[in-house]
C-alpha cells in the first residue's frame, strides 16, 4: 500500500534554530511530491513540487530536497511567523492524479 | 485574484437533511477535486473530476456525490448526512491533476449532529 509518513508529528523550534522535517514515502512510481503549509482553519497553501531524485527547491527561509524515498523541508533560521502545519503529499504515476497526503508536521517556533 | 471558493465556512445539521456544499474557481483549471481531514488522518480524497462531466471515486467517496456540470464549479453532495461525516472538508483544483501544484478553498467546517 502507498504510504507517506512524515516525522515528527510535532516540532517546538526557539526563533532562529534550524531545524528540518521529515516526509517519507513507500509509493512505487513517483510522478511528484508537494509540499504545503496550513495555518489554523485554512486551507493548504503550496510551497514546493520535487519531481527527481537530487532536485532542491528554495523560498526565502525554507529549502525542500528530495531523495528516491524521502524529502525534507529544511527551516533556516525560523520565524514566529513560520509557525504552522507543514503537509508533504506524492503523485503516483498511474494514480490518477490524485494526492496521498501525510498527517503532518505542527511546527511552533518561540521567541 | 486566482482562487477557489467554498461555501458555506461552517454548517450544523441534523442527521438525514440533504445539504451541498458549493466549490467555485476562477483559474479554468480542469482537475478539481474534494478532500476532508480528520485529526490524526490526514487529508484523503473523497472524488475528483478530470473535466466536464468527469468524475471519480476518490478514498472514501461513501455517503458523498458531485457533479461537474461546468468548468469553474464542483459541489459536494450529501444526500443523507450521518454524524461520522463531521469533518473539515476542503475543494481543490489545478491545472494538471497530480502534476501540478493543487489550490485548496479555505474549507467548511460541517458538524452533524
Redesign the interface.
Known amino acids: 500500500e502507498d504510504q507517506v509518513t512524515q516525522s515528527p508529528e510535532a516540532l517546538r523550534l526557539q526563533e532562529g534554530e534550524s531545524s528540518s522535517l521529515n516526509c517519507s514515502y513507500t509509493v512505487s512510481g513517483l510522478?511528484?511530491l508537494?509540499w504545503?503549509r496550513q495555518d489554523p482553519?485554512?486551507?493548504?497553501?503550496?510551497l514546493f513540487?520535487l519531481y527527481s531524485a537530487g532536485e532542491e527547491k528554495e523560498k526565502e527561509r525554507l529549502k525542500a530536497t528530495l531523495t528516491k524515498k524521502e524529502s525534507f523541508l529544511h527551516i533556516t533560521a525560523p520565524k514566529p511567523e513560520d509557525s504552522a502545519t507543514y503537509?508533504c503529499?506524492v503523485?503516483?504515476t498511474g494514480?490518477?492524479?490524485?494526492?496521498t497526503?501525510?498527517?503532518?508536521t505542527q511546527l511552533k517556533v518561540e521567541l | 485574484e486566482a482562487q477557489v471558493t467554498q461555501n458555506p465556512r461552517y454548517l450544523i445539521t441534523v442527521t438525514g437533511k440533504k445539504l451541498t456544499v458549493t466549490c467555485s474557481q476562477n483559474m479554468n483549471h480542469e482537475y478539481m477535486s474534494w478532500y476532508r481531514q480528520d485529526p490524526g488522518l490526514g487529508l484523503r480524497q473523497i472524488y475528483y473530476s478530470m473535466n466536464v462531466e468527469v468524475t471519480d471515486k476518490g478514498d472514501v467517496p461513501e455517503g458523498y456525490k458531485v457533479s461537474r456540470k461546468e468548468k469553474r464549479n464542483f459541489p459536494l453532495i450529501l444526500e443523507s448526512p450521518s454524524p461520522n461525516q463531521t469533518s473539515l472538508y476542503f475543494c481543490a483544483s489545478s491545472l494538471w491533476g497530480g502534476r501540478t501544484e493543487a489550490f485548496f478553498g479555505q474549507g467548511t467546517r460541517l458538524t452533524v449532529v
Open positions: 510522478r511528484g508537494f504545503y482553519g485554512k486551507g493548504p497553501e503550496f513540487t503537509l503529499a503523485s503516483l494514480g490518477g492524479n490524485k494526492l497526503f501525510g498527517t503532518g
